[in-house]
């Protein structure tokens, strides 16, 4: 058992640092293509809230697209990643390239066969289906969910096809054109939203399946770079595909489980008041920019070392590794959660608010997201604690874990949705379960693997809140007493204003770190290419 402590012993942060580097200039590359998919995000949402708002006709088109993304979430989505990539580069370390390649074809036909055969059978029961998803629409709203529904059921194949090229592309290292590939979808539905508006939300609909062969077509290149040749074959015989579907196999229970969740939040919000499903959908959108930034572009960049680092028994390394992901993402998301908090009436009327998107949408908008962002710290940790349970081999403790709090989830939504948060309640509900299950994995991934020094790790966690709040309350005292001199008129002058009180948060939240001893700044500046990296017994000191 590696014994715990923050600060390394038999490694020093010199002999780490060429693959922390490593590490960081790969998060670098994925977290610059997430940083531009949630800018075309928001100017997506920007673009779709202005042409549709939070109309009874938006939310069909968000109830008829949750069943399509069911299929592709349960059967392959995180299922795929967590499963092909730990086989799959331990064909590549040890030579057996052309077993790789062979992999990734049996599962691409696999995936045509299996969820084709899946989209045929949802499309064919697709009004039974849409009758449960919204009991509380009527008749007619509910029939075009269903039109909705079948019009987009090709997507989860060409996604699942996608996510496999991006897995090996990620496995090899290759980030640049898998983290092309959301911008592709994004662009299409944009396109979609304003030139195809006189189809009604049908374009959208349009939009989306095209956005789905984007996404797989970007990647194409890459995989003819990275030497993948095609094979129609299942791989039966190849011991790969058997150990990728042994891996697979919790996490789609688990992923059912999560999906069902997501379908009955649905379901719930449909029995509330008109733009529910809207207000929590825009919020989510919102919430997911720093989630996916921060958290899940360092996982995603993160996870092939996981992998590697397990397979070559690197225990040490990739404690290190896991040391650094998560201080980082803890740094980063906590302050975050603050800000959305406090300036979230003022982030939503910048992005959202004009055309159909009126002021009580954006004030609606902002409730949701207020109770989302508890949750961000939470979310953000289970991205990366997930990575560590897959690169060991193990899908089934995060499954359970995720499916006990999904169970929370839906029971507390049931309870605080007939309070006056309403819809509120169903996105406090998602906050507290997501803040259980990270708090369950990270205590479960100690005790297996006892790598956190829990009072060092809890005072390091102390220490960030406390200047995450000190910066939340002068953000809160900058943006009254600046909007009160300024007295901003105007999308121009408002989003100024919020770009000034951003910065202000951000200096504030830094020199506060700082004061209390927390380096995680200057150590990551460290890191970047064109730095030196400094040695613990040379004039550094021991993480805090």
Known sequence: MVAARDAPS????????????????????????????????????????????????????????????????????????????????????????????????????????????????????????????VPGWDAADQARVSTLTRMMLASPVIFTISTLATSALNGTRRFALAAAAPLMYNISLIFGAVALRGLGVEGLAISAVVGALLHFAIQVPGLVLIGFRYTPTLG????????????????????????????????????????????????????????????????TAIFPTFAEQHAAHRTEEERQTFLFGIRLILYATIPAAIGLIVLGRPIIGVLLERGAFDAQAATMTAFALSWFAIGLPGHSVIEIVDRVFYAERDTRTPVTVAALAVVLNIGLSLILMRTPLSFGGLALANSIAALSEATTLTILLQRRMDWLHVRVFLGFGWRILLAAIGMGLVAEAAHTLLGSIASPAGAPAEAALVGVVVVIAAVTYIALSLALGIDDTRRLASLLPLRRNWDLNQGGHAPR
Request: aromatic fraction near 8%.
């Open 236 to 299: 039966l015989d190849l011991a790969g595909t058997r150990e990728v579907a042994r891996l697979m196999v919790p996490r789609v229970l688990g992923l059912g489980v999560s999906q069902f969740n997501q379908l009955v939040n649905v379901a719930l919000a449909s029995f509330l008041l008109p733009g529910s499903i809207a207000y929590l959908n825009y919020a989510w959108l919102v919430l997911m920019v720093p989630l996916g930034v921060f958290a899940m572009g360092l996982s």
């Open 10 to 133: 038999a490694l020093t942060y010199v002999s780490m640092s060429s693959r922390l580097r490593s590490v960081v200039a790969a998060s670098m590359v994925v977290m610059s293509g997430v940083v531009l998919s949630r800018m075309l995000g928001l100017i997506r949402n920007v673009v779709i809230s202005h042409q549709y708002g939070a109309t009874r006709e938006y939310e069909s088109f968000l109830a008829a697209i949750s069943i399509p993304d069911t299929v592709f979430q349960v059967l392959a989505g995180g299922a795929v990643s967590a499963a092909f990539i730990p086989v799959f580069t331990a064909y590549l370390a040890h030579g057996e390239d052309p077993r790789a390649w062979r992999l990734t074809s049996a599962l691409m036909n696999l995936a045509i066969i299996v969820i084709g055969f899946a989209a045929l059978v949802l499309g064919v029961l697709a009004p039974h289906i849409t009758a449960i998803l």
